[in-house]
């Protein structure tokens, strides 16, 4: 089980539009696991014997679900799962 709350480029795209204020962005940044880190995490282990691997605390606007899943489930061939609330 590891935390994926957000993707960078969706925050990025969010902050653009002017739907999340800059100050959001800085402490979600701080204190929350992005995509691109899970990914980084996963990278630099052995997931070789990993036979599932579930996503939580995914934000509601930060997040794409089935994207999460995919590219994780792309990196590792393992089952991905994503916990609901």
């Known amino acids: ?5 957000y ?3 969706i925050v990025n795209r969010r902050v653009l539009a ?3 204020h800059p100050a959001q962005k800085k402490r979600l940044l701080r204190s ?5 880190h899970v990914k ?13 691997i ?3 605390h995914l934000s509601d606007g930060n ?4 994207l999460f899943k995919r590219e994780i489930q792309e990196l590792t061939g393992a089952v991905v799962r994503v916990a609901e609330r």
């Open 7 to 9: 993707s960078q480029e």
């Open 1 to 5: 089980m590891i935390e994926c709350n």
């Open 18 to 20: 002017g739907e999340l």
């Open 63 to 66: 997040s794409d679900a089935a």
């Open 54 to 56: 579930w996503l939580l």
């Open 32 to 36: 929350h696991f992005s995509l691109e």
């Open 40 to 52: 980084d995490f996963l990278k630099a282990n052995d997931t070789r014997g990993v036979e599932e």
